[in-house]
């Protein structure tokens, strides 16, 4: 707010005025940064229509107010402008606005309906996070993106149309919303990381021709979605059985939590397993994996909470970040010889494993790798290993490491008061 033409109506202007309902007067062309601050005395507040712009946290945590009417002339609204507003229930967008800044309404946890203009072209991150009593949004038809987190955890709403035109489906924008199904835009190119992560009501999602990339953990955790429509007219993606893939068929991108069967075999020929790919897929006992599969990616396979079996092929060389974390079914796994890596937290939460042998080529162990794995007795560790991360075996009370004497392994259980025994 440096233009020398604004008059703005700053903090210090803002302390002179103590009545429930505010008008600012006309003249003013900004509200100021923080002006109204952490006002709960405020009930209702009337914008002149001179007013172009409303400053960042402009009425940030006025938790009494009510309403308020932005004039037509308002073109930015800033960054957190009215976060945190928890009574603010009604809000009316004229046509003219063009940005609504980052988190400008997060957690207005009264806020039931919002109509965004068509003058809008840019809605900031995490713009209506934790609106937990949004149902309905009306986009405006020049928006092309919706960025991260823009609707995040708004758990009422169930529906929504998104704009034609959008391009871009931003890393967890609907993230924790109930949506229950959703028709992809046959604009929209990308679909972000988590962009759908913990819609648990989510039954059916139809991906259009346009769709080149879906990042992982899109669909993680969805536990009822069952149908994954993907247009024949593709050329980056297919549904093999229920299951999404590239259209190579070579990554295993998502396999829908709501699928009812309890075993599964992936294809032949996948050589790689998406991020968060089988992530919270609870009905699924047993997994058998191709020996075409290299690469198994973080949280691949967390939370099959029900996952008995599962075979890790030779060739994979790295157990990444969480890739068995809470798979609390699993009792054994067998790491190949190829393995030369396990990552922090990769059987964290596996409660009823009992014992893992780690092969020969393992150098390094990451941080919690086998933590609150509560009934593991027995882990054989080689001597060559480089390195051991902290917490590593957090909470594995009944556990006893097999090392050799002398070796890093042996002084490791030795400072962190892990019991050992030489091999």
Do not use: W
Request: proline letters at 3%; a negative charge; hydrophobic letters at 35%.
């Amino acid at each position: 707010m440096e233009n020398i033409n604004e008059k703005v109506f700053t903090e210090k202007d803002a302390a002179n005025y103590t009545d429930e309902h505010i008008i600012i007067p006309h003249g003013y062309t900004a509200i100021g940064d923080e002006a109204f601050r952490n006002r709960d005395d405020i009930l209702s507040v009337e914008i002149s229509d001179s007013v172009t712009i409303i400053g960042s946290r402009a009425f940030e945590k006025c938790r009494n107010l009510t309403s308020i009417a932005v004039p037509e002339n308002v073109i930015y609204i800033y960054d957190n402008a009215f976060s945190g507003c928890e009574n603010l229930a009604n809000i009316v967008l004229c046509d003219g606005i063009i940005e609504i800044g980052d988190a400008a309404f997060s957690h207005c946890i009264n806020l039931e309906s919002i109509e965004i203009p068509d003058s809008v072209q840019l809605i900031g991150s995490m713009a209506f996070s934790g609106c937990i009593k949004l149902t309905k949004v009306k986009f405006s038809n020049d928006i092309d993106q919706i960025k991260e987190k823009t609707f995040y955890e708004c758990v009422s709403l169930t529906e929504i149309t998104l704009p034609e035109g959008l391009r871009c489906i931003g890393g967890k924008s609907f993230s924790n919303c109930n949506l229950r199904h959703l028709s992809v835009p046959e604009t929209v190119t990308l679909i972000d990381n988590g962009a759908f992560f913990g819609c648990m009501e989510l039954q059916s999602i139809e991906i259009p021709a346009s769709v080149d990339k879906i990042e992982g953990f899109a669909f993680f955790g969805c536990e009822k979605l069952a149908e994954i429509i993907v247009s024949d007219e593709n050329e980056y993606f297919t549904v093999i059985d229920g299951v999404l893939f590239d259209r190579d068929i070579k990554t295993l991108i998502c396999y829908p939590c709501g699928l009812e069967n309890d075993s599964y075999k992936i294809p032949d020929g996948v050589d790689t397993i998406e991020k968060g790919a089988f992530g919270e897929c609870v009905k699924l006992t047993k997994i058998h994996i191709p020996d075409s599969v290299k690469y198994i990616n973080m949280q691949a396979f967390d939370g099959c909470k029900s996952l008995k079996e599962i075979n890790i092929p030779d060739g994979i060389k790295r157990i990444q970040l969480g890739a068995f974390s809470r798979c609390e079914s699993l009792t054994k796994v067998e790491l190949p010889d190829s393995v030369m890596y396990i990552g922090s937290r990769a059987f964290n939460q596996c409660k009823n494993l009992t014992s893992i042998n780690i092969p020969e080529k393992v150098f390094e162990i990451g941080y919690g790798a086998f933590g609150m794995c509560q009934n593991l007795t027995q882990i054989n560790i080689p001597e060559k290993i480089m390195r051991i991360e902290e917490l590593v075996f957090d909470k594995c009370s009944n556990l006893t490491v097999r090392c050799s004497e002398g070796s890093y392994v042996h002084k490791y259980c030795k400072e962190n008061n892990v019991n050992f025994k030489y091999f």
